[in-house]
């Protein structure tokens, strides 16, 4: 399976001369849990507390369909991938199909390059398009870079659930922020 580079300019990103977005591919897949796994040991972006495998990952890979429920991979001119996002079912029941948690998640070496900023700023243009129109990001209340981020893109707090999740080590609050679009 190939990958379907966006071609339309409402659907194409070029952060810069380097970074262009596409639909995830299978192929992908090994990439995007090698990233998420980054993420777990700073306790920061997810409550899994041990590194994912890629079984793990395949049916949640296969519940993301690109015409509503997209996975969006970022990728440099030698096919490395820098950063992934995704909109995911909020809630299994039909009347919820208007509303998607979004997720982003940053290679550890293209941290802080504006790349999560872009990427979430594209996602929201395409919101409307795959018939999402209230956008809910869950952010553990600690991590202030991401809460900052969201919040300068318009998200509110619709939520707080307090101390909902055991970190080993310390309970964290998750806010719920959130953006119609």
């Not at 990958?3 to 992908?28: F, G, M, V």
């Not at 972006?45 to 369909?65: G, I, K, N």
């Amino acid at each position: 399976m190939g990958h379907n580079r966006l071609k339309n300019t409402n659907k194409r990103l070029q952060l810069n001369d380097a970074l262009a977005i596409y639909h995830a591919a299978e192929s992908d897949l090994m990439q995007i849990v090698a990233i998420y796994n980054q993420s777990i040991a700073g306790k920061q972006s997810t409550a899994d507390l041990q590194p994912v495998t890629l079984a793990q990952r395949q049916t949640w890979f296969e519940q993301h369909q690109p015409e509503h429920y997209p996975i969006y991979v970022v990728k440099d001119k030698q096919g490395n991938m820098t950063a992934w996002g995704s909109f995911s079912q909020l809630y299994q029941r039909p009347a919820y199909h208007i509303s998607s948690e979004i997720s982003i998640y940053v290679a550890d070496e293209y941290q802080r390059q504006g790349i999560a900023r872009q990427l979430l700023l594209w996602m929201l243009q395409q919101a409307p398009s795959l018939g999402i129109y209230n956008i809910v990001a869950l952010i553990f209340a600690h991590n202030v870079p991401s809460i900052r981020l969201f919040q300068a893109l318009g998200f509110e707090q619709w939520g707080k659930l307090p101390q909902i999740c055991d970190m080993n080590g310390f309970y964290a609050d998750v806010l719920m922020l959130g953006k119609q679009v």
